[in-house]
């Protein structure tokens, strides 16, 4: 069954220091999306993306986060300049638009 | 703010059970409604999507949707310690019916399925 992949599984980075978390959706979906979850807290929506723009974002995501898709297989979730609150588990989602979002394994992301 | 709530837990069944998990949600016109699971330290995963009002089943889960009461329900029969996990409900807000917005999650429900 085709999956999303998500690398690294484990990134640590000192504070203000740029992280880019990697997503390869599955191959013939059209909708893309991040969401975090902060240890022990909900799965709260970052961004969603189609058709090469953003087509929604929340609060969270600020000037500080941006989402590429540099070619037609790699998502990419950027944070400039990382803060301490920023640690959490990155899941990428992605979807055809028929069928529910299918999610990777996440990213955790440790900031010192 | 749209929001989904769900009683935290933990529930305890003892294996062979029925589990019911309940979540309620506050976008009146709402479509779209999932129950995912994950495991401690892993990604959600897909087990149920509910778009229409009344029962939808699937092996041993059964999903159950009122509209009219704003409420989305989990039953699980025969519980199996495999099962023990935390269950998600998750809403797509807004009234398109799709499966491609954005989802929004109750913080889960704690399901522990003991021996």
């Known amino acids: 069954e085709p999956e999303v992949t998500q690398t690294p599984s484990h990134q640590v980075t000192q504070m203000g220091q740029e992280v880019i978390l990697r997503c390869v959706p599955i191959?013939?979906?059209?909708?893309f999306y991040w969401y975090r979850q902060i240890l022990g807290q909900k799965v709260e929506f970052l961004v969603s993306?189609?058709?090469?723009?953003?087509?929604?974002k929340s609060e969270i995501f600020d000037d500080q986060f941006s989402v590429e898709r540099p070619d037609g297989s790699n998502f990419t979730l950027k944070i400039r300049s990382t803060k301490l609150e920023d640690s959490a588990m990155y899941f990428c989602?992605?979807?055809?638009?028929?069928?529910?979002?299918?999610f990777g394994d996440g990213t955790r992301l440790s900031i010192l | 703010q749209k929001e989904v709530e769900q009683n935290s837990g933990p529930l305890s069944v003892p294996e062979g059970a029925i589990a019911s998990l309940n979540c309620t949600y506050s976008?009146?016109?709402?479509?779209?409604f999932f129950w995912y699971r994950q495991y401690s330290g892993k990604s959600p995963e897909l087990i149920m999507s509910?778009?229409?009002?009344g029962d939808k089943e699937d092996g041993r889960f059964t999903a159950q949707l009122n509209k009219a009461s704003q409420y989305v329900s989990l039953l699980i029969r025969d519980s199996q310690p495999s099962d023990s996990a935390t269950y998600l409900c998750?809403?797509?807000?807004?009234?398109?019916?799709?499966?491609?917005?954005?989802?929004?999650f109750g913080q889960g429900t704690i399901l522990t399925v003991h021996p």
């Open positions: 993306f189609y058709n090469n723009e953003i087509s929604e």
């Open positions: 998750a809403v797509i807000p807004g009234g398109g019916g799709t499966s491609y917005g954005k989802l929004t």
């Open positions: 989602a992605s979807t055809q638009g028929t069928e529910p979002q299918h």
């Open positions: 976008d009146r016109v709402s479509q779209s």
């Open positions: 509910i778009y229409s009002n």
């Open positions: 191959s013939n979906h059209l909708y």
